[in-house]
């Protein structure tokens, strides 16, 4: 199993990215998916999170401005970032809690290679 993650970049304070993630390998069932973002000299932090039922919370500081979405039969999520701002920099991360086909086997946290993105004038 694996997260493959694509669409970081640079771009302009007031611009928009699109990032997503997908999920492949041996899977038997995907829970929660979504987004966690770290900055230079600060912790990992939750930006967004989405259930298979399309439930979604999101970090105060990106409500209203980042939108999570998932397509659950293509085992993919999604994060539209609107209205950057430079604090919106980071290095972004999916993650998704994934039952691997198996017999017994357990839930797991797996987590994508991570994705510059890049706010700046």
């Known amino acids: 199993v694996q997260l493959q993650a694509s669409g970081g970049g640079l771009v302009q304070p007031g611009g928009s990215l699109r990032l997503s993630c997908a999920a492949s390998g041996s899977i038997f069932s995907i829970n929660v998916m979504g987004w966690y973002r770290q900055a230079p000299g600060k912790q990992r932090e939750l930006v967004a999170g989405?259930?298979?039922?399309?439930?979604?919370n999101y970090a105060d500081s990106v409500k209203g401005r980042f939108t999570i979405s998932r397509d659950n039969a293509k085992n993919t999520v999604a994060l539209q970032m609107n209205s950057l701002k430079p604090e919106d920099t980071a290095v972004y991360y999916c993650y998704a809690q994934i039952r691997p086909l198996g017999i017994g086997k357990p839930w797991i946290n797996y987590w994508g290679q991570g994705t510059q993105v890049t706010v700046s004038s």
């Open positions: 989405i259930t298979p039922g399309g439930s979604a």
